[in-house]
């Protein structure tokens, strides 16, 4: 858009149609580019809602729409953040249990009331000074320590709030010194999900009476077991899906999209649902449409203005006293304040938002539930909160100074964040005056980024990573298959016996692991790798392929017992020559590699749901239906698993790297582990104890 065309979409945004022919026409070529079946936007631009879905909600035929339910994943923080803020003003709630002042009133509770002083005994760390010391803002802001255990959601010790909070204190000591880092951890907001519950009812309850009720969000609800979406009235829920690469290009069928790319092989799965509300709702449980999330975005861009404007009509001035708003201005300001820097940026996607100038020094934060900072353009606020589960993936947008937002939601795995950002990078561009070229990348603005390397996410001077990714935000990178990739000679010792390591293992808040031998056809030397008859697709970034990151040997399966949120399984190989010199008669490591089952592998956490299932035959969303293993988020992990023998040479211990440390991550999906100390692995492992 034109600098005159942006002020006159100022001065009249009544004229300006942003969801247009050629915004729709270029959107579905971009869900073909990333095989996304089905997108919905909804623009807030001064009050006035624009909305619209492209392609399928669920294959089939069923068309996405405005009003088509999707899983929102993290933008559920801001949710738990505006709840907690609700609570913490409502002095009929808000008292401090066992306390009392000089003149005999209750104390109340604050963003910096430690946790420990309302949920007592629960909350409970490895570290007693973090124990004392972590207040509710510090739980918000991912700035506690404590790094993401994301894999031991589930039945192990109960649902509710207590049972989730007394696990923290199975979780080994934090990775990150407190208050330091910005380090994502969704079992934090669970915590707080158990203060909501506490104080004033279940999150879903809460939300529902505080927000989503008097804001008319009546398609909102935390997870599928919300009692309020058992009663359907005809929603229609969209179903995830994850494509498969079946390798090469069609070179008959042309080109797509008219961008020269031979159409791609490979098919369509549907995916399971993953059912996080009753578990660990607060960080990313929330079921919602984009045309709920525009009354919510309307209510957040209302509360971001000034009180006591010069008309007198300001969101707290005289006249709207009499109905008092859902968001005020001083719990906009709680939410967005900074608490956190990430340092250094980088832009997870750097083809659609290249690292900005300066970044360094002017970084973007996060608050209670929200980003911000000058991220995508220059010298622009920019409020966000990006989701992300298998499936799915979300981001919500605000620009406050020019009371404009936009919510996207897509139903695909891996690549739908990266069309929510290229979305929100072409209406943001578009309201403040961008030029097509800039915010589309294109021309010279295109990223200068070798496209053929992976993205950096670790910064060469200093080896810190930019953001902590966990599985609830899963970004993504470009990744190719492995194919033909070296073979190197295992580096376990000769003493090594794997029928001594196979049996059940323990951990108080991870559950039981079954280790097993396993066929060679799990090895990553594998042609066409499966694991029970069920194939392993591998991917990996394109950097690392050149690497040494195939090794022959040993395959043992650490398999997790009883059902869990996240379908994983934990795939153990022979190690590198490289870790050769890592072993000793009581510690022997393996390489890790963490698989996610697609086409639900195992059972769907939500039955009775439309399955989604598409056809064979459908030109433009081949579908089969089909179980497999994928190796998504990250390559094996060289010493990333540890087998430990007592002085009699019988195995005691099992470790395993589960928890999404900032290095141990950022080392998982560059590829490149060589550099970490052996302390870190060891340091950072779950230990599991052996059942005899």
């Known amino acids: 858009m034109a600098g005159a065309q942006a002020d006159q979409a100022l001065e009249a945004p009544h004229k300006v149609t942003w969801l247009d022919e050629e915004f729709e026409k270029w959107v579905k070529d971009l869900q073909d580019k990333y095989h996304i079946p089905g997108t919905?936007?909804?623009?807030?631009?001064?009050?006035?809602?624009?909305?619209?879905?492209?392609?399928?909600?669920?294959?089939?035929?069923?068309?996405?729409?405005?009003?088509?339910?999707?899983?929102?994943?993290?933008?559920?923080k801001a949710f738990a953040a505006a709840?907690?803020?609700?609570?913490?003003?409502?002095?009929?709630?808000?008292?401090?249990?066992?306390?009392?002042?000089?003149?005999?009133?209750?104390q109340k509770i604050k963003?910096?009331?430690?946790?420990?002083?309302?949920?007592?005994?629960?909350?409970?760390?490895?570290?007693?000074?973090?124990?004392?010391?972590?207040?509710?803002?510090?739980?918000?802001?991912?700035?506690?320590?404590?790094?993401?255990?994301?894999?031991?959601?589930?039945?192990?010790?109960?649902?509710?709030?207590?049972?989730?909070?007394?696990?923290?204190?199975?979780?080994?000591?934090?990775?990150?010194?407190?208050?330091?880092?910005?380090?994502?951890?969704?079992?934090?907001?669970?915590?707080?999900?158990?203060?909501?519950?506490?104080?004033?009812?279940?999150?879903?309850?809460?939300?529902?009476?505080r927000i989503w009720k008097p804001l008319g969000m009546n398609d909102t609800f935390n997870g599928f077991d919300s009692p309020a979406m058992s009663t359907n009235d005809g929603r229609i829920m969209s179903r995830g899906y994850y494509w498969v690469d079946d390798g090469g290009s069609d070179?008959?069928?042309?080109?797509?999209?008219?961008?020269?790319?031979?159409?791609?092989?490979?098919?369509?799965?549907?995916?399971?649902?993953?059912?996080?509300?009753?578990?660990?709702?607060?960080?990313?449980?929330?079921?919602?449409?984009v045309n709920d999330y525009s009354k919510w975005i309307a209510a957040l861009l209302e509360a971001s203005k000034t009180p006591h404007t010069k008309d007198g009509k300001g969101p707290e001035s005289k006249e709207s006293r009499k109905t008092p708003p859902v968001i005020s201005h001083d719990l906009w300001k709680d939410m967005t304040t900074p608490r956190t820097f990430l340092l250094p940026v980088f832009s997870q996607f750097p083809d659609v938002n290249p690292s900005l100038e300066y970044a360094d020094i002017n970084p973007p934060t996060y608050g209670l539930g929200w980003f911000s900072g000058p991220w995508m353009f220059s010298g622009q606020t920019i409020v966000h909160h990006a989701?992300?589960?298998?499936?799915?993936?979300?981001h919500v947008f605000l620009l406050p100074k020019h009371n404009f937002g936009i919510a996207v939601a897509s139903n695909s795995a891996n690549t739908s964040n990266k069309l929510a950002e290229q979305i929100g990078r072409e209406l943001l561009g578009r309201k403040i005056g961008i030029s097509k070229d800039e915010r589309r990348c294109q021309?010279?603005?295109?990223?200068?980024?070798?496209?053929?390397?992976?993205?950096?996410?670790?910064?060469?001077?200093n080896d810190e990573p930019a953001v902590q990714v966990s599985s609830v935000d899963i970004p993504t990178e470009p990744i190719v298959p492995i194919r033909n990739a070296p073979v190197e000679a295992a580096g376990l010792p000769d003493s090594f016996d794997p029928k001594a390591v196979v049996g059940m293992y323990k951990h108080e808040a991870y559950g039981e692991y079954k280790v097993s031998i396993v066929s060679s056809s799990a090895s990553l030397s594998a042609e066409n790798p499966s694991l029970d008859g069920n194939r392993i697709v591998r991917k990996i970034s394109s950097s690392a392929e050149t690497k040494d990151t195939k090794v022959a040997g040993l395959v043992l399966q650490a398999d997790p017992q009883g059902g869990r949120s996240f379908q994983h399984t934990i795939i153990l190989h022979?190690?590198?020559?490289?870790?050769?010199?890592?072993?000793?008669?009581?510690?022997?490591?393996?390489?890790?590699?963490?698989?996610?089952?697609?086409?639900?592998?195992?059972?769907?956490?939500?039955?009775?749901?439309?399955?989604?299932?598409?056809?064979?035959?459908?030109?433009?969303?081949?579908?089969?239906?089909?179980?497999?293993?994928?190796?998504?988020?990250?390559?094996?992990?060289?010493?990333?698993?540890?087998?430990?023998?007592?002085?009699?040479?019988?195995?005691?211990?099992?470790?395993?790297?589960?928890?999404?440390?900032?290095?141990?991550?950022?080392?998982?999906?560059?590829?490149?582990?060589?550099?970490?100390?052996?302390?870190?692995?060891?340091?950072?492992?779950?230990?599991?104890?052996?059942i005899e």
């Open 387 to 394: 989701g992300g589960i298998p499936g799915y993936g979300t």
């Open 83 to 106: 709840v907690m803020g609700l609570i913490l003003k409502d002095d009929t709630k808000n008292d401090l249990p066992n306390t009392t002042t000089s003149n005999g009133q209750t």
């Open 251 to 289: 070179e008959k069928s042309g080109t797509e999209n008219g961008d020269k790319r031979p159409k791609e092989n490979g098919h369509y799965v549907a995916e399971g649902y993953f059912n996080l509300g009753p578990i660990i709702g607060p960080a990313g449980g929330i079921v919602s449409s």
């Open 574 to 690: 022979s190690p590198p020559v490289a870790a050769r010199s890592a072993q000793t008669f009581e510690h022997t490591f393996l390489s890790l590699e963490k698989l996610w089952a697609h086409g639900s592998l195992r059972d769907d956490p939500v039955p009775g749901l439309p399955q989604g299932h598409g056809k064979d035959d459908d030109p433009k969303y081949p579908f089969k239906q089909e179980a497999l293993w994928g190796a998504d988020y990250g390559t094996n992990m060289s010493c990333g698993a540890c087998f430990e023998r007592n002085d009699e040479g019988k195995t005691k211990r099992l470790g395993l790297v589960l928890g999404n440390t900032p290095s141990m991550e950022a080392a998982m999906r560059t590829g490149d582990d060589k550099d970490l100390p052996l302390e870190d692995f060891r340091d950072k492992m779950i230990w599991f104890e052996k």
């Open 443 to 461: 021309g010279e603005y295109a990223s200068k980024k070798d496209e053929s390397k992976a993205v950096n996410i670790v910064d060469a001077k």
């Open 111 to 209: 963003w910096t009331t430690p946790v420990v002083k309302i949920l007592g005994e629960d909350f409970d760390l490895d570290d007693s000074f973090l124990t004392q010391r972590v207040t509710i803002e510090d739980a918000l802001s991912h700035r506690s320590g404590l790094c993401g255990h994301d894999f031991h959601y589930g039945p192990v010790l109960g649902t509710g709030g207590s049972e989730h909070t007394q696990a923290l204190r199975h979780l080994g000591a934090v990775s990150e010194h407190f208050r330091t880092k910005f380090q994502y951890s969704n079992i934090m907001y669970g915590v707080v999900g158990h203060i909501i519950e506490k104080l004033d009812g279940s999150f879903d309850s809460v939300a529902r009476q």
């Open 40 to 76: 919905s936007v909804a623009v807030v631009d001064n009050g006035r809602v624009e909305s619209a879905g492209y392609g399928l909600a669920r294959l089939p035929d069923v068309p996405a729409t405005a009003d088509t339910l999707y899983c929102m994943a993290s933008t559920t």
